[in-house]
């Protein structure tokens, strides 16, 4: 068959991967595609030592590859919204299908992306925008096609783990544990998209369009990162036989959807639990097959490389198919469900409350009482000895209750002339991964 020709935009650590990768498989890779696929031009401004492109046209300018007539898929590995937005807009309406890793691309202009290449009968595939080298797209898209989806829960960015894992397991604090991390290149000199929960947040809406049927609403996930954990809670959680770790959580619920990244507390016997380092894992439950983890390299030149290229491989397949007959973008063919995605206030989850407090008596009746007015019951405390006067760390677990009675309960503890510098707020989910 007519080989299909590539252009790479971006010749980054992704591109490089992908660039070598074509190469090094390339037969095994045309005997899973039925044809060839073949890099017909890279667009970079950076040359990359890694890789041979003596054979292969360059280009400084990514939009050439649009004008090319000879290209047949275009994949965008630039990064960021505006130029990388403008070159997939313009190779869609060129009539050439595009490959994109780009998870924030997606996230804020997917429902754009997806209803121009509907009306140009092109295919936008974009297997590597989520957990780098786990096929979680491919697996709920496809594989679980059978089931009703009722939640999805996620360890989904490499950097937020690595520095929680420095912390649980070496006991780092938080700065110490980024700076490692930014030594070695596992996070930006400008973490905040890692390790506030902004990237977390890009991908958990790719998931839950996927999983439910529902538009991307990135505009509507809850973010909150990890930059006030404190070592402190490291600790009290692991004594309560408790691991944290930055989840991304989507819920379909009576009232509807649950979209939410932040610090997450997990008994430790649970699988996501022990997924350390720079490792992604994503827990999937269905209604058929139950709770199932997909695990791996979240990042990286060749396992993100092996998404890119998958996806390349469908698109090769695709392109003799009429649109009808082709694995919808997101899952659904109708993606207008209406699920409305619930205030974090609505959401119902268990709680870890640690606050300084001052040591006596009557102190910790008064905290007791708070909680009981909002209706919340605790289900396990611990205070630490001390002498009266002095403040002292208290540890509380909570049953569960809504979030709004528990933003109630902070406001009324930090009121109290005997609590000192806040309450620190953790949620705490019981995943039923066993």
Known sequence: MKPVKVAICGLGTVGGGVFNVLLRNASEIARRAGRPIVIEQVATRTPNLDCDTASVYVSQDVFDVVNNPEIDVVVELIGGYDVAYDLVMKAIKAGKHVVTANKALIAVHGNEIFQAAREAGVVVAFEAAVAGGIPIIKSIREGLTANKIQWVA?????????????????????????????????????????????????????????????????????????????????????????????????????????????????????????????????????????????????????????????????????????QESRVPYLAFADQSYDLPVLPMEAIETAYYLRLLAVDRPGVLARVATILSEQGISIEAIVQKDSTEGELVPIILLTHVTKEANMNEVIRQLESLADIAGGVMRIRVENLNDQ
């Not at 894992?165 to 998209?193: C, H, I, V």
């Not at 309560?240 to 009576?254: A, F, P, Q, S």
């Not at 997450?264 to 720079?278: C, D, E, F, H, Y």
């Open 154 to 322: 996620g360890i989904i960015n490499g950097t937020g783990n690595y520095i929680l894992s420095s912390m649980q397991q070496e006991g780092k604090t938080f700065e110490d544990a980024l700076a490692e991390a930014q030594a070695l290149g596992y996070a930006e000199a400008d973490p905040t998209f890692d390790v506030e929960g902004i990237d977390a947040a890009h991908k958990l809406t790719i998931l839950s369009a996927i999983a439910f049927g529902v538009p991307l609403s990135f505009d509507k996930v809850y973010t909150e990162g990890i930059s006030r954990i404190e070592i402190e809670d490291i600790k009290q959680a692991d004594a309560l036989g408790y691991v944290i770790k930055h989840l991304g959580i989507t819920r379909r619920t009576e009232e509807g959807l649950e979209l939410r990244v932040h610090p997450t507390l997990i008994p430790k016997q649970r699988l996501l639990a022990n997924v350390n380092g720079v490792k992604n894992a994503v827990m999937v439950c269905g209604d058929a097959v139950g709770p199932t983890l997909y695990y791996g390299a979240g990042a990286g030149a060749e396992p993100t490389a092996s998404s890119v290229i998958a996806d390349l491989v469908d698109v090769a397949r695709a392109m003799g198919a009429d």
